[in-house]
Nanobody
Framework: QVQLVESGGGLVQPGGFLRLSCAAS????????MGWYRQAPGKERELVAG???????NYADSVKARFTISRDNVKNTVYLQMNSLKPEDTAVYYC??????WGQGTRVTVSS
C-alpha cells in the first residue's frame, strides 16, 4: 500500500501562485496514471489534472493554461504548479494514484 502525502497548500491572493507536491512512500513508476483532484465546499470531487507514466497530461477546462502537472519518477513525487489563481480554485486538493490510492489532501484558499 503506497502512502501519498500532499503539501504546499495555503492562503494566497487572487492572481498568485502555489506549487503543490505529492510525495509517495514508494515508486510511482508502477502507476500508469496519477492525478490531482479537488473538492470545494458543497461540491463533488473533480479531476483537476492528470498525467500518465508516459508524460501525457490532461486538464479540466477551468484550469487549462494556468495549472501544470508534472511527475518526477526518481523523487517519486507529483507536482501541480498553479498560477493565476482565482477564488473559485479554493478547495481541498487531493493526490491520486491509479488503483484507488489517495492522499489526505491539502487546503488551498484563494482570497484577498
Amino acid at each position: 500500500q503506497v502512502q501519498l502525502v500532499e503539501s504546499g497548500g495555503g492562503l494566497v491572493q487572487p492572481g498568485g501562485f502555489l506549487r503543490l507536491s505529492c510525495a509517495a512512500s514508494g515508486s510511482i513508476s508502477r502507476f500508469g496514471f496519477m492525478g490531482w483532484y479537488r473538492q470545494a465546499p458543497g461540491k463533488e470531487r473533480e479531476l483537476v489534472a492528470g498525467i500518465t507514466i508516459h508524460g501525457n497530461t490532461n486538464y479540466a477546462d477551468s484550469v487549462k493554461a494556468r495549472f501544470t502537472i508534472s511527475r518526477d519518477n526518481v523523487k517519486n513525487t507529483v507536482y501541480l504548479q498553479m498560477n493565476s489563481l482565482k477564488p473559485e480554485d479554493t478547495a481541498v486538493y487531493y493526490c491520486h494514484a491509479a488503483g484507488g490510492h489517495w492522499g489526505q489532501g491539502t487546503r488551498v484558499t484563494v482570497s484577498s
